[in-house]
């Protein structure tokens, strides 16, 4: 499997970035990887847990999640309480029950605008998934098939506009980029140094969302 201690290793030295807990920012655009590396990142630290901002972003605001973000998860958790946020479901269209984040030593936000500028002051660490917004478009139009075509035909259009008004790459500490086998994990545009070395996994995995 993907070997990703050292890269846990790193970010739990870093120093707390919202109250106790050191906030990693995995961020990217739709397709490239995200959701799969944080799984694996998570596991590397011990079963961290993992906010995925499709839960707080909705059909009607795709990007305008900043205000539940803040309200219900990084306000708890800069005061080292539990945080409780409701998880939109993206086919009943609507807000479901409230789950729990445990505002453990790291906590990961993965989604597309994870390092928006409204979240930078509270991140310790900016992780960029490295694939330029066609090639994940287009993986993730081949993930979902062609009955979700109208959906990514809206989603890419805002997601162009999102990252023109408030990129995240330039920000990145550590650009993280897919491998025929692991990762390369390099020196993002806002270096954190010693950050660049590579990850292999030593078994077949499916490819990264």
Not at 4 to 31: E, F, Y
Not at 147 to 171: C, K, N, Q, V
Not at 182 to 205: H, I, K, Q
């Amino acid at each position: 499997m993907t070997d990703l201690s050292p890269l846990a290793a790193r970010l739990r030295a870093l120093a707390p970035s919202c109250g106790p807990v050191r906030l990693i920012a995995v961020d990217g655009h739709a397709g490239s990887g995200k959701s799969t590396f944080a799984a694996r990142l998570a596991a590397a630290l011990g079963d961290a847990p993992v906010l995925h901002l499709d839960d707080l972003a909705s059909h009607d605001a795709c990007f305008a999640w900043t205000d539940r973000l803040r309200e219900q998860v990084l306000e708890p958790l800069g005061r080292g309480v539990c945080a409780r946020y409701a998880p939109y479901d993206w086919t009943a269209r609507r807000f479901g029950a409230a789950r729990t984040l445990r505002p453990a030593p790291v906590v990961l936000v993965e989604g597309v605008g994870a390092g928006r500028r409204a979240v930078r002051p509270l991140l310790a660490r900016l992780l960029w998934m490295e694939m330029d917004a066609a090639e994940s478009w287009a993986r993730g139009r081949r993930r979902d098939g062609p009955t979700l075509t109208e959906f990514w035909d809206g989603w890419t259009a805002a997601e162009a506009e999102h990252f023109s008004a408030d990129p995240s790459r330039p920000y990145a500490d550590t650009l993280v980029r897919q491998l025929p086998v692991g990762y390369a994990l390099l020196d993002g545009p806002a270096p954190a140094a010693g950050m660049n070395y590579s990850v292999t996994e030593r078994e077949r995995g499916a490819a990264p969302r």
